[in-house]
């Protein structure tokens, strides 16, 4: 079973996430933050993920420590679950609309970590929640799953529904890349035999 659990403890954070590649959406967010919640609820139901995540962070400071190490946590066992990678299908993309909004999301889960972010925010809060974090949470993600994920916005005026966007396509895009390819069962997608 593709599946991982991770526990974090830091000074600043406690956070409990086990995660199945090959669940069907169910999810447990107790971020500590309701719009996280929000994000990673859809995240994983529209990767056909089972997540559960439990933080308790330093939310007395801010949200930050906590959004970046559940992204950190995320990416962990993301790479636990995947193993060597042998027979994944290793990269995704998805063109997801929602509304005015349109945003494009790849990735390559090729070892190497890169983030490129192209994301206008028209505000810097959604509620309490700092709308900079969104892009320091798939930062913490790559570094620990190592991937060049694209997240590329191309329309959108509601900061709201390009977030939703960004969480939703995501989802898609690596359910895409962590899927079993029939084609190259047994194989590790890479003429180097290593990724």
């Known amino acids: 079973m593709r599946t991982a659990t991770i526990r974090r403890d830091t000074k600043e954070t406690r956070i409990s996430l086990s995660l199945d590649l090959d669940g069907t959406g169910r999810s447990d967010i ?26 308790e962070g330093d939310r007395w400071v801010d949200y930050h420590h906590s959004v970046e190490d559940i992204g950190i946590c995320l990416g962990l066992a993301f790479t636990e679950a995947l193993g060597d990678k042998r027979g994944i299908a290793r990269y995704g993309q998805f063109l997801l609309p929602m509304d005015e909004t349109l945003v494009l999301c790849a990735c390559d889960l090729s070892g190497r ?50 977030l939703e966007a960004v969480f939703k396509g995501m989802g898609r895009t690596l359910a895409g890349a962590v899927a079993m390819d029939p084609k190259h069962a047994g194989d590790i997608p890479s003429t180097k035999g290593v990724l």
Request: glycine share 10%; aromatic share 12%.
């Open 113 to 162: 970590d890169y983030l490129g972010w192209a994301v206008e925010l028209p505000s810097g809060k959604v509620g309490d929640f700092d709308t900079e974090l969104a892009r320091e949470f798939w930062l913490g993600f790559v570094r620990n799953c190592p991937a060049s994920i694209h997240i590329r916005e191309l329309a959108g005026e509601n900061t709201h529904h390009i």
């Open 30 to 55: 107790q971020s500590g933050c309701g719009f996280l919640d929000h994000m990673l609820t859809l995240f994983a139901r529209h990767g056909d993920f089972d997540l559960t995540v439990k933080c």
